[in-house]
């Protein structure tokens, strides 16, 4: 009896990210021969997209390399690409610890239009980093003495406010100030608020050292020298899934001989037929569609993962400028509120109150590539809610709030563009995180491949990548692009194992 081989193997990717390009890549430099990538839109990148503005390089998608450093595979590859400065690549850069927010040179602007000295603005920062730490630490305790980060966060620093920030005006500064930075880890997490974020497992996200760096060409590029490596016609776009047919459920009453068991069914009614099926798809998709995505449908326990796991909004408004109104040395632009000093959600209204939850904006560096381009961060319902609005509203409604807190009434941006992640129809959003109730284990059971392990059924028909499928770096592009890799090592070690046992048989 002969036995199957990898190299003959029909292996079908859904999705052409970054996790859906490494699985390819990895399977056919270990020999399948039969690999083929199937992608929604028009193009690949997935979360990754590069766009323009008057000609200046914006990242649409993700921003940064996270932890630009040997342990991260995003910065090995952008190094072997030759695709990073000489500062990203530096020993000292990959050797920097991050834990949490960076201490970047900035700026906070309240809402009376005053600018608060360092003095005025460190309390707040250092406490708001320190607690934040201090929430990392309750990863896998049963002590953890609440069940969520911003019920934790919001306790403490009114604790702390009561014991230590004695007087009136700065202690409601202070308050307003943590309201900011709560916003800005909305935006971290892909959240709409952080009482969604469960306290225990919060510190299950794995920081890697270095300090965070972007691609002075585009983070597409890293994209494009990836798909260069593929065969050509590989990826099919424009072909949207509609049904992933598996354990024969579509194939049985085909008449033909050795018929794969998976199908994918397109919505332009196209098939494909497959012995493997790697689906790479975001998590907010899988949300939407998963009543339909899969036939049979999803297990019961990986369905309830899907719901209970978060999935969440981050948007950037990007701003162009004639002239900087901010210090050459700025790095980020922090928007206080001083009526937000109780700490509540601060959007009553969302049709006129959306702009409050703006964190911040980051001043793109340097110059000479971004010009005068600040990116602003909104993060949650607020941010969704953003993306329906025209471009001149939004535009129109920054304008009047850089107004407020700068203290001058004639300074205007010339040019804005933003990302719309939640109304793309093929993400529903931007990236996952561990919502309140969750724990590694709805990562585990997202990961886990169909049929089930002890099903009599053919092994492997169904496997799934993703960023939010890796429990250390969920919400990241080295998340997903190991995710992607340990799908391919999977199916590698499967035939590597299967033509063992038939040696050992013969």
Same mark, same amino acid.
């Given at each position: /009896?002969?036995?199957?081989?990898?190299?003959?193997?029909?292996? #079908?990717?859904?999705? @052409?990210?970054?996790?859906?390009?490494?699985?390819?890549?990895?399977?056919?430099?270990?020999?399948?021969?039969?690999?083929? +990538? %199937?992608?929604?839109?028009?193009?690949?990148?997935?979360?990754?997209?590069?766009?323009?503005?008057?000609?200046?390089?914006?990242? %649409?998608?993700?921003?940064?390399?996270?932890?630009?450093?040997?342990?991260?595979?995003?910065?090995?590859?952008?190094? *072997?690409?030759?695709?990073?400065?000489?500062? =990203?690549?530096?020993?000292?850069? *990959?050797? +920097?610890?991050?834990?949490?927010?960076?201490?970047?040179?900035?700026?906070?602007?309240?809402?009376?239009?005053?600018?608060?000295?360092?003095?005025?603005? @460190?309390?707040?920062?250092?406490?708001? #980093?320190?607690?934040?730490?201090?929430?990392?630490?309750?990863?896998?305790?049963?002590? @953890?003495?609440?069940?969520?980060?911003?019920?934790?966060?919001?306790?403490?620093?009114? !604790?702390?406010?009561?014991?230590?920030?004695?007087?009136?005006?700065?202690?409601? #500064?202070?308050?307003?100030?943590?309201?900011?930075?709560?916003?800005?880890?909305?935006?971290?997490?892909?959240?709409?608020?952080?009482?969604?974020?469960?306290?225990?497992?919060?510190? /299950?996200?794995?920081?890697?050292?270095?300090?965070?760096?972007?691609?002075?060409?585009?983070?597409?590029?890293?994209?494009?020298?990836? /798909?260069?490596?593929?065969?050509?016609?590989?990826?099919?776009? &424009?072909? *949207?899934?509609?049904?992933?047919?598996? &354990?024969?459920? !579509?194939?049985? =009453?085909?008449?033909?001989?050795?018929?794969?068991?998976?199908?994918?069914?397109?919505? &332009?009614?196209?098939?494909?037929?497959?012995?493997?099926?790697?689906?790479? %798809?975001?998590?907010?998709?899988?949300?939407?569609?998963?009543?339909?995505?899969?036939?049979?449908?999803?297990?019961?326990?990986?369905?309830?993962?899907?719901? !209970?796991?978060?999935?969440?909004?981050?948007?950037?408004?990007?701003?162009?400028?004639?002239?900087?109104?901010?210090?050459?040395? $700025?790095?980020?632009?922090?928007?206080?509120?001083?009526?937000?000093?109780?700490?509540?959600?601060?959007?009553?209204?969302?049709?006129?109150?959306?702009?409050?939850?703006? =964190?911040?904006?980051?001043?793109?560096?340097?110059?000479?590539?971004?010009?005068?381009?600040?990116?602003?961060?909104?993060?949650?319902?607020?941010?969704?809610? /953003?993306?329906?609005?025209?471009?001149?509203?939004?535009?129109?409604?920054?304008? *009047?709030? #850089?107004?407020?807190?700068?203290?001058?009434?004639?300074?205007?941006?010339?040019?804005?563009?933003?990302?719309?992640?939640?109304?793309?129809?093929?993400?529903?959003?931007?990236? =996952?995180?561990?919502?309140?109730? $969750?724990?590694?284990?709805?990562?585990?059971?997202? @990961?886990?491949?169909?049929?089930?392990?002890?099903?009599?059924?053919?092994?492997?028909?169904?496997?799934?990548?993703?960023?939010?499928?890796?429990?250390?770096?969920?919400?990241?592009?080295?998340?997903?692009?190991?995710?992607?890799?340990?799908?391919?090592?999977?199916?590698?070690?499967?035939?590597?194992?299967?033509?063992?046992?038939?040696?050992? &048989?013969?």
């Amino acid at each position: /009896m002969a036995v199957h081989s990898g190299a003959d193997t029909r292996v #079908l990717i859904i999705g @052409a990210g970054i996790s859906g390009i490494g699985a390819a890549q990895k399977l056919l430099r270990q020999g399948f021969r039969n690999v083929r +990538i %199937i992608e929604a839109t028009s193009r690949s990148g997935g979360r990754v997209k590069t766009g323009r503005l008057g000609g200046k390089i914006l990242e %649409i998608g993700a921003n940064w390399i996270h932890g630009p450093s040997q342990e991260n595979p995003v910065f090995r590859l952008a190094t *072997q690409y030759q695709l990073l400065d000489d500062e =990203s690549l530096s020993e000292e850069n *990959q050797s +920097i610890e991050v834990d949490s927010l960076p201490l970047l040179f900035s700026t906070w602007l309240t809402s009376s239009g005053k600018k608060l000295e360092a003095e005025e603005s @460190a309390p707040a920062l250092e406490v708001f #980093l320190m607690l934040l730490k201090k929430c990392q630490e309750f990863y896998n305790n049963n002590r @953890a003495p609440i069940s969520s980060v911003g019920e934790f966060l919001k306790t403490e620093v009114l !604790r702390i406010s009561k014991e230590e920030w004695k007087d009136d005006e700065p202690r409601k #500064l202070r308050q307003a100030q943590f309201s900011t930075l709560m916003k800005l880890e909305c935006g971290v997490n892909g959240t709409s608020t952080m009482d969604d974020v469960d306290l225990r497992s919060f510190g /299950m996200y794995k920081c890697l050292p270095g300090l965070d760096c972007t691609f002075p060409g585009g983070y597409d590029g890293l994209i494009t020298h990836m /798909m260069t490596e593929l065969p050509k016609d590989i990826v099919l776009f &424009n072909k *949207q899934v509609k049904c992933i047919h598996w &354990n024969n459920d !579509r194939s049985r =009453s085909s008449a033909k001989e050795g018929t794969c068991p998976v199908t994918v069914e397109c919505v &332009n009614g196209e098939t494909f037929e497959a012995d493997h099926v790697i689906v790479t %798809i975001p998590l907010g998709y899988m949300k939407k569609h998963h009543n339909t995505l899969l036939n049979p449908p999803f297990p019961q326990h990986k369905l309830h993962s899907i719901q !209970r796991l978060g999935f969440g909004t981050n948007n950037k408004l990007f701003l162009e400028f004639e002239q900087p109104f901010w210090d050459k040395d $700025c790095e980020v632009i922090f928007l206080l509120w001083e009526d937000e000093y109780d700490l509540q959600n601060p959007v009553s209204d969302m049709k006129t109150d959306w702009i409050r939850k703006l =964190s911040c904006f980051t001043v793109l560096k340097p110059t000479e590539r971004y010009g005068h381009v600040l990116c602003g961060w909104i993060a949650g319902h607020e941010s969704e809610y /953003m993306e329906t609005l025209p471009e001149e509203d939004v535009l129109r409604t920054v304008t *009047q709030v #850089l107004h407020k807190f700068t203290g001058n009434p004639t300074m205007a941006p010339k040019l804005l563009t933003r990302s719309q992640w939640f109304h793309d129809p093929y993400t529903c959003g931007s990236y =996952s995180y561990v919502a309140k109730g $969750c724990s590694g284990q709805d990562i585990d059971n997202l @990961a886990e491949p169909l049929p089930l392990t002890g099903s009599k059924a053919e092994p492997l028909q169904v496997l799934f990548a993703g960023e939010a499928t890796h429990k250390s770096f969920f919400s990241t592009v080295h998340g997903a692009l190991l995710a992607g890799w340990r799908e391919a090592d999977r199916l590698v070690s499967h035939y590597s194992l299967s033509q063992r046992k038939f040696k050992a &048989n013969l």
